[in-house]
């Protein structure tokens, strides 16, 4: 899902995208639009690399926490559905994550530390919120 | 069913738990390890989500729950699951894990505390069967004012296991049977069958090992009716 192969390649040369053409492009704020995106990147910025299976678990505690009850087995499959078909792919597209669809795999891409800060505080943000 | 084998059987339940947190383990962690449970933990980022817990029964997830919310349920009055109407599985699971979870090494003092809660439980209700057994009636002795209590100010029927070293008082409502058999002697048990309400039985079974105590303890009816059969 993460573009041409050569694309990738290029990516890991120059470490990151410019600042500019991602701050132009939709795909970015499209990317960033939902909750459970930007806790994705946030959570990958701390981590190595991820798992499909990790990352379900991931967001289904994180949303656990904020609502003080206990995320089924349905609850936590129906984000790893979402994640499979709509936020890795979607995520992936925007260049801001590597995703390995065979392995499960997920990475954090090479980011500008401006949009690492961006994540940051919008995650910060709604923690901060849900917590009020 | 002898008692060895009711604490063999319930040790074979595979249940892991990951705690994904930031830090030092957090006392729920700590207290599950401690007590037979399976336990992994992940690191969280700084500012991430607040400290939550995995729960899987044979490698299937069965809940995810905020460590707060754990540790919130276990703030007494606990509230279990026959006292909620929308039970989960993962609850289920979660309070089958924390209160028919294997122990070892287990002080006589935390027995105690358990205990304690068992026959709390016996008194509030105030009714149905109470089975204990404390390995010799001479410990019994510390436990009296307790058990006058229990015997005389509710209408359980309470009785008391052990080997018969001392002779205890009478006391309305409570029946001893001294063993000379040593079948309880290295046990502590007991078995509350809850009287009216199923859901509140509750039972203890401790073995004890040097000066420390491996067993279980049960939430469920259907464990403390095997727990109550195998005093006779």
């Given at each position: 899902m993460g573009g041409p192969k050569d694309e990738s390649d290029y990516r890991t040369q120059e470490t990151e995208r410019p600042l500019s053409s991602r701050l132009a492009a939709d795909r970015f704020y499209n990317a960033l639009s939902e909750s459970h995106r930007r806790r994705l990147l946030y959570y990958l910025g701390g981590t190595e690399e991820s798992t499909v299976e990790e990352l379900a678990s991931v967001l289904s505690g994180w949303e656990a926490t904020m609502t003080g009850t206990m995320h089924t087995a349905e609850d936590r499959s129906a984000i790893h559905i979402q994640l499979l078909h709509n936020h890795l792919p979607r995520l992936a597209d925007a260049d801001l994550i590597d995703y390995d669809v065979d392995a499960g795999t997920v990475q954090l891409a090479p980011l500008h530390p401006r949009v690492t800060e961006i994540i940051r505080q919008s995650v910060e943000a709604e923690q901060l919120a849900g917590s009020e | 069913m002898t008692f060895t084998s009711l604490i063999d059987e319930v040790r074979e339940k595979n249940r892991t738990v990951t705690v994904y947190r930031r830090g030092d383990p957090p006392e729920i962690e700590t207290w599950l390890a401690n007590h037979g449970v399976a336990v992994e933990s992940r690191s969280l980022p700084v500012g991430g989500p607040d400290p939550f817990m995995e729960i899987k029964t044979d490698d299937e997830v069965v809940g995810i729950i905020g460590v707060d919310a754990v540790e919130q349920l276990l703030t007494p009055p606990i509230r279990r699951p026959g006292d909620r109407t929308d039970i989960s599985e993962g609850y289920r699971v979660l309070f089958e894990m924390l209160e028919q979870t294997v122990f070892s090494g287990m002080t006589r003092r935390e027995l105690l505390a358990v205990s304690r809660e068992i026959e709390d439980r016996a008194f509030r209700v105030g009714d149905g069967t109470l089975r204990v057994s404390f390995q010799t009636l001479s410990t019994f002795r510390s436990q009296i004012a307790v058990y006058r209590a229990l015997g005389t100010e509710t209408s359980l029927d309470i009785h008391v296991y052990g080997i018969g070293d001392w002779t205890p008082p009478p006391i309305a409502g409570v029946t001893y049977h001294a063993d000379e058999a040593l079948r309880v002697g290295a046990y502590w048990v007991l078995a509350y069958?809850?009287?009216?309400?199923?859901?509140?039985a509750c039972g203890l079974v401790a073995e004890e090992r040097g000066d420390e105590y491996t067993g279980f303890w049960a939430n469920d009816s259907a464990t403390v009716e095997h727990i109550t059969a195998a005093f006779d």
């Open positions: - | 069958d809850g009287g009216p309400d199923a859901t509140q």
